[in-house]
């Protein structure tokens, strides 16, 4: 068997966590129940990389089985990888019959025909997403596989999440031959970035939870109820104000769980607005100053600031437009014009 | 004559025997009305009274005094909030239904496919100083920019039913998918592929003849984007099938054309099933 192709396995293998490496492997499906039974999961990984590279020896393993177990490994741990979203752009209006073989076809063809030496592997989900690996080499040397890039796409949408993680050079490569693949004619870059994938999907396809109003009964299973002081001796003093604060919560949130984000930035180009007494920045340039916010979950924390207590109900739209304009990188300039203020740039 | 004489008095007494027999009835008559009088005024008093103690027993209680059999305007308030709640739930039902907003208006399109209620989906727009659309929840497959750019402005009625008609088509195709990958997953060979829109649809599924099976190839392409059924159906098999199959397959095309897919494919696995 290829030697290459044995180490990879071994180290994808020793990534996964030892109580699932069983689980990624019948996904994986290359080898039999029969092999996997033989194999020991309780010793310890290094042995049982050892095992598996044995036993796909056995079944002649090539590059492509073992870029099929990269691909599943990296759907399972896709919060791995920072993820980023590009948007297509078409100015014609005919339905398209998305074939998926035909994407494939053209994909691979307009990729080769510009970098011969890629490993291109795809594999399709039931959500109708589309992944894509790409191993990188260069024009004079073979793919690397451990310079991979990650594509998913879904069929008929403008939206493509990638994972680069690799040299920017081969960005406007895999640019190019998604847009010949998939009938468009440009796409650019979006101002949205996080490490979970199905948080960016829900952002971008609009299946976050938005707050609709409508006389339609919604099921309430997912409301918590706070528990209310049983003792009658304790009164809520400021309960109208909470009362207030998580309608407005409820308004500009919703009702349901928020997509996922690590972190917003907010890049200021704005002057520093001080007493001209102090002498401060007197040469009147935009102070330039960024800021980044932080979170495991975002936009819940964001959601629970003000039922802490911690900031004002309702709050800055700057920070709770981020779903709904699709992105959590902003630069904010000076507003031109007679009242100076400051605005979002598109 | 005497005797005509005494005929005269006789006659006389008579007539007024009769007077006073009618006068003492007279005064029966007037006595025993003047006593229906009496009983009668009595029982008006004690009614009266009766009345009286129930208003003041009321006063303690209520202090409304209604009659028992009329409800209060208070509950009638309440039937009628509950009764129009109930009609503007209905509403979403039929498909199409929409609350006022503070700027404009929310739209909610519910979507079915035969009896089965599927995915809601929203609209919010804004009405000043132009119809626009502010939010939404459709699938960014659906070509909502297409048909907001022809129908919005001008025609917001058609706008909503040909959005819904796409919707409802789509979750329809979807549909027919779903069931035919749950319930006859035996008899496909391979995966169903399917797109976003699900307007194309290619699988294999085996059919036997003559005690042997065979492969068909099945292209399902759905050219109208408002409709749940295919307008093309190609069906394909391996070059050394009897000719039997071709029939067959022209037989399969012209069902898959007509019927819902997990329908046509029922009717083709149970043998001698009818169409539904």
């Known amino acids: 068997m290829d030697e290459i192709a044995a180490e990879f396995i071994r180290r994808t293998v020793l990534k996964i966590p030892r109580g699932e490496i069983k689980t990624l492997l019948q996904k994986w499906g290359f080898l039999s129940e029969t092999q996997l039974q033989a194999i020991n999961f309780h010793q310890i990984k290094e042995n049982i990389s050892l095992d598996v590279v044995q036993l796909c020896e056995e079944n002649s393993a090539d590059i492509k089985q073992a870029a099929v177990l990269d691909i599943i490994y990296n759907y399972v741990y896709s919060n791995k990888r920072v993820w980023s979203v590009y948007q297509m752009n078409k100015p014609g209006e005919e339905t398209e019959f998305f074939d998926i073989s035909d994407f494939k076809k053209k994909f691979k063809r307009q990729l080769r025909s510009a970098l011969k030496n890629v490993t291109i592997n795809f594999r399709e989900y039931e959500d109708n997403a589309i992944w894509i690996r790409i191993a990188w080499g260069t024009p004079y040397t073979k793919p690397n596989q451990y310079k991979t890039s990650y594509v998913v796409y879904h069929s008929q949408t403008p939206y493509v999440f990638v994972s680069a993680s690799v040299l920017k050079s081969n960005l406007p490569l895999l640019c190019q031959a998604l847009v010949v693949a998939s009938n468009y004619h440009e796409i650019r870059e979006m101002e949205l970035r996080s490490r979970s994938l199905n948080s960016l999907k829900d952002i971008v396809f609009k299946r976050y939870s938005q707050a609709f109003q409508s006389y339609y009964p919604r099921p309430l299973e997912d409301r918590k109820v706070s528990p209310e002081s049983t003792d009658l001796r304790v009164i809520q003093e400021n309960k109208n104000e909470k009362e207030r604060i998580q309608r407005v919560n409820r308004e500009v949130f919703g009702e349901g769980p928020q997509p996922k984000l690590e972190f917003a930035q907010y890049k200021l180009e704005t002057m520093f607005k001080s007493d001209p007494k102090m002498n401060v920045l007197d040469k009147k340039e935009p102070f330039r100053c960024l800021v980044k916010f932080s979170s495991p979950h975002l936009l819940e924390s964001l959601k629970s600031l003000a039922l802490a207590g911690m900031a004002d109900a309702p709050l800055s739209p700057l920070l709770t437009c981020i779903p709904q304009k699709a992105r959590n990188y902003f630069k904010i300039r000076e507003k031109k014009g007679l009242f100076p203020g400051s605005f979002v740039s598109p | ?276």
Request: with cysteine; charged share 25%.
């Open chain 2, 1 to 276: 004559g005497v005797f005509a004489h005494l005929e005269m008095l006789e006659v006389q007494a008579h007539e007024a025997a009769l007077k006073q027999e009618e006068m003492e009835e007279q005064e029966e008559k007037l006595a025993r009305l003047k006593a229906r009088v009496q009983e009668l005024r009595l029982q008006r008093d004690e009614l009266r009274a009766k009345v009286d103690l129930q208003q003041k027993g009321q006063l303690g209680k209520e202090g409304v005094v209604s009659d028992p059999a009329q409800p209060s305007a208070r509950a009638v308030l309440e039937w009628k909030i509950r009764s129009v709640k109930a009609m503007l739930q209905i509403f979403c039902l039929t498909g199409i239904s929409g609350k006022l907003t503070k700027r404009g208006v929310c739209f909610c399109i519910s979507t079915a496919y035969k009896g089965t209620y599927l995915d809601s989906y929203y609209l919010d727009l804004l009405t000043k100083p132009e119809v626009k659309i502010h939010r939404h929840s459709i699938p960014i497959f659906i070509p909502l920019e297409q048909i907001a750019k022809k129908y919005l402005q001008t025609d917001i009625r058609r706008f909503l039913s040909v959005l819904s008609d796409h919707l409802n088509a789509y979750v329809g195709r979807r549909y027919q998918a779903d069931q035919l990958q749950e319930h006859f997953s035996d008899q496909i060979e391979g995966t169903l592929q399917r797109n976003s829109l699900h307007n194309l649809l290619v699988f294999n599924y085996k059919v036997s003849s003559e005690n042997q099976t065979f492969p068909f190839n099945v292209r399902l392409l759905y050219g109208d984007l408002c409709c749940s059924l295919p307008t093309e159906v190609t069906i394909s098999c391996t070059p050394e099938a009897p000719a039997a199959l071709a029939e067959m397959a022209a037989a399969h095309s012209d069902l898959f054309r007509r019927t819902a897919l997990h329908k046509a494919f029922r009717s083709i696995s149970g043998a001698g099933a009818s169409v539904d």
